[in-house]
């Protein structure tokens, strides 16, 4: 016997990327429903070799359905996740709105799975953000090997970070200064973002960091180890997918470089790509559409006693949001909420 799934978000980006996840991956499913607002009642989505229509999340019963992937932004989840999860249906959730919450699990698979067993309180698993995600799966496996005590991380993400209409204006400013020498006006950024970089990822906050600062850290700590000291800068530039991490990471005890890479090239969705040479290292244009983290340029920092930089990059969309969700279905089902075949 498969489950019962449910996609909320099915047109945005992340939504229908988990369609294509959960077709690929070949998840046990029974039932499946797409779901969208009322203005995007009726359309299309492919799941497979299927097309499904969407239906109204407004009006939409969650009884007698066991997961529901949630994609639909902190607002809408507020309203309906809620309504999900009291129906009896395992809500995992995209947005940034229960990621803080004590009760609800934040979970990276390859990272903290026994977490999952938590979900039963509130019957809502939350999926970290983007940018934390790939990050955490970089850092797990080093920090069982010598103590994590401090992350300095610079991030360069992609506009599908910030939906479809981001995605659209880098296109719109870029096509707009290339071809026809016009000046686009930003509307989904502060600044141009074409030929540009930003370094403003969400509100800024009182002490100067923006949140989207503020949710690598407590996210890391809340997934990984809350003694681990993190600080962030995170950049938007213009690539339409695929996030790039510059991280240093300082242990208690020394780890060469070359054991660093033997244990990030045996750590499960690790993906090393690390010569020493032109091209030797992976950018985020060659990353896209794959499940993997991919790491590069790891080498010793001679600055500090126990330290190592390396870069890594993912399909934001992907392993920073869809994949990852999708990752958590898997593993609800194999801990918590197994079937008879």
Request: proline share 4%; charged share 25%; glycine share 6%.
């Amino acid at each position: 016997m498969g489950y019962r799934v449910v996609v909320a978000g099915a047109t945005g980006n992340v939504g229908r990327e988990i369609l294509n996840i959960l077709a690929e991956r070949l998840f046990p499913i029974d039932d499946i429903a797409a779901l969208a607002s009322r203005k995007s009642l009726g359309t299309d989505c492919s799941f497979g070799d299927k097309t499904l229509k969407t239906q109204d999340l407004e009006t939409f019963d969650f009884f007698g359905w066991d997961i529901a992937l949630f994609a639909v932004g902190s607002e809408a989840t507020q309203k309906y996740a809620r309504i999900a999860a009291k129906s009896g249906c395992v809500v995992i959730d995209n947005s940034s709105l229960f990621r803080n919450d004590p009760r609800v699990p934040l979970i990276v698979p390859e990272v903290n799975p026994d977490a999952i067993l938590n979900y039963k309180e509130t019957n809502i698993i939350a999926n970290p953000n983007c940018s934390t995600a790939q990050l955490v799966v970089v850092l797990k496996p080093l920090h069982d090997r010598a103590k994590i005590k401090r992350v300095v991380v610079s991030t360069y993400q992609s506009v599908s970070g910030s939906g479809k209409a981001a995605m659209d204006e880098l296109w719109d400013q870029t096509k707009g200064i290339f071809v026809y020498g016009e000046e686009v006006k930003p509307q989904e950024y502060p600044k141009q973002i074409a030929f540009n970089v930003i370094p403003q990822i969400d509100k800024f906050m009182d002490d100067g960091q923006t949140k989207e600062e503020w949710k690598m850290v407590v996210e890391t700590k809340k997934i990984l180890d809350k003694n681990i000291k993190l600080t962030a800068t995170c950049v938007r530039v213009p690539v339409f997918v695929g996030h790039a991490e510059s991280v240093n990471v300082e242990f208690d005890d020394f780890v060469d470089d070359d054991e660093v890479r033997t244990i990030l090239r045996e750590a499960p969705g690790v993906l090393v790509i690390d010569k020493r040479e032109p091209g030797g290292y992976t950018t985020p244009i060659e990353c896209v559409g794959d499940y993997a983290t991919f790491v590069s340029r790891i080498r010793q920092d001679t600055t500090i006693e126990n330290g190592i930089n390396l870069w890594c990059v993912s399909d934001n969309l992907r392993k920073g949001a869809a994949l990852n969700a999708v990752q958590i279905a898997e593993l609800l089902g194999r801990r918590c909420l197994k079937k008879d075949n």
